[in-house]
């Protein structure tokens, strides 16, 4: 048995890792792409990143909402301008991709994020460094669903509210502005978005169990464990690649 030509058992792997990443993503802010694309890529390149982008648009949106008064509004603005040239830069480059290289940048983009996440240093949220962080962030997304780590890295050491909420503002907005690049790069296709299909449900779901655990969760003991599933994830996908 087959669901939009996955086998069952790596649909239903694909929809559950989507499901933590959502539930995750809801509750500390980031978590979706850096978990989720390694396995998606894994499963079928078609996920990455149209899968995603659109994925993240639902999630982002609702946490955007509803903690809406802790929102960064003039770093979510920089953020955005900042994303512009690195959308841009990303959609004309993602169709030249072979699978291949998608996989390999998939996995080096989530192993460099763990990485700069373990032993990055404090980074101060002034223009430049927003400015810089969303075109990152921008290019990432664009091209391989894993826009979160600069803009994380940049608001790690801010309160756990402001962090979530201007991130996820950040994401809401920066994903249609992918997705309308990708569009344009005749990036989404038919495929892409009968795997997105697959995905929703998980998505929806996660959301609903972020509002009921998140603040009951220790950030200190999920956030290493999230990096530790991240790495392996992305490890496996550059095995996998590269043999």
């Not at 648009?57 to 809406?68: F, M, N, T």
């Not at 997105?196 to 998980?202: E, F, G, K, M, R």
Request: aromatic letters at 4%.
């Amino acid at each position: 048995m087959t669901i939009d030509g996955l086998p069952l058992l790596t649909a239903l792997a694909c929809a559950l890792v989507v499901y933590i990443g959502t539930t995750v993503q809801a509750s500390i802010g980031i978590g979706l792409g850096m978990l989720s694309s390694p396995v998606l890529a894994l499963a079928d390149t078609d996920f990455i990143p149209v899968a995603i982008i659109i994925s993240v648009i639902p999630l982002s949106g609702s946490v955007a909402w509803s903690e809406r008064e802790h929102i960064d509004r003039g770093g979510a603005g920089l953020l955005l301008v900042g994303r512009v040239p690195g959308v841009v830069f990303g959609a004309l480059v993602v169709a030249s991709f072979s699978d291949t290289l998608l996989g390999l940048l998939v996995a080096g983009s989530v192993i460099t994020a763990v990485i700069v996440s373990v032993v990055g240093r404090k980074f101060v949220a002034g223009s430049p460094t927003l400015l810089l962080a969303g075109s990152a962030s921008g290019f990432m997304a664009t091209t391989t669903g894993v826009g979160g780590p600069p803009v994380a890295l940049t608001y790690q050491h801010d309160t756990p509210e402001t962090m979530r909420a201007t991130i996820s503002a950040f994401f809401t907005i920066g994903a249609l502005m992918s997705l309308v690049g990708l569009v344009l790069a005749g990036e989404v296709t038919r495929r892409p978005l009968e795997l997105t299909a697959v995905l929703i449900p998980s998505v929806m779901l996660g959301i609903i169990t972020a509002r009921r655990i998140k603040h009951r969760l220790n950030t200190d003991v999920i956030r290493p464990a999230v990096l530790v599933l991240c790495a392996l994830s992305a490890t496996a996908l550059l095995i996998r690649t590269l043999i």
